[in-house]
Every structure is written in C-alpha cells, then in structure tokens.
C-alpha cells in the first residue's frame, strides 16, 4: 500500500508543482496572504501536500526516523492541528525569516514545521 501511495506521488507532484522560477517562499508567501480562494486553496495545498509527504518519508525510513537518528531530522506534528494553524507557522516563518524566501518552498515549509514541532517536544 505503502509503494502505490509513494508511486501516485512520485507520478503527481510534477504535474502540480509550480515551475522553478515561481517555486519560492515569496511565491508561497503571496498564496498565503492572497485574499484570493483559489489563492488560498493553493496555498493549504502545498503546505499539506508537503508536511504529509514529509511525514511519510519518516515512515518510509522507518527506524532511522523514529530514533531521531540526526542525519534525519524531522518533525512530529501533533493530533489536533489544523491545516490553518500549519499555514499560520509557515507564513510566520516566512515574515520573519525574510533572508530565506528565495528558497524553494518545501524546504521552508520543513524548516518552518520542524522548527515549531520537532520530536519529542511536549507541545
């Protein structure tokens, strides 16, 4: 189930993800902050699509992951947090790291979550 899962995604993400001039956390940032729907809806695409992927590459890793073995170091969402919650700590992230929106934005969107949940924190 697992494979089929990784393979749907290795199949969709190029077909979805923006091109690389526009791949960027100033791009993400003005989704986030859009008063625009589609905008919006956009915007808690990626970030879902990202954090979600992420966490299934920690399952796919297995037990380097759960040791917090630190050549992966990865983030533990609680149960409970809202997919606006998600938004609000990498649009955060985003205003106040301003040197860093030039990065291609699964990375700030891993920084952002790993920053604010990192594993074995008790939040």
Request: charge should be positive.
């Amino acid at each position: 189930m697992i494979r089929k899962a990784l393979l749907a995604l290795c199949v969709m993400v190029p077909l979805y993800t923006p091109t690389t001039a526009v791949a960027e956390g100033n791009w993400l940032l003005g989704l986030c902050e859009s008063n625009r729907p589609e905008h919006l809806g956009m915007c808690f695409g990626y970030i879902d699509g990202f954090s979600r992927g992420f966490e299934l590459g920690g399952l796919v890793l297995g037990d380097r992951a759960r040791n917090n073995d630190r050549s992966y170091p990865r983030y533990c969402i609680p149960e409970g947090v809202t997919g606006q919650q998600l938004r609000d700590i990498v649009v955060r992230h985003l205003r106040q790291h301003p040197e860093e929106r030039h990065i291609f934005f699964g990375q700030i969107i891993w920084d952002a979550l790993w920053r604010a949940y990192p594993c074995g924190s008790r939040r």
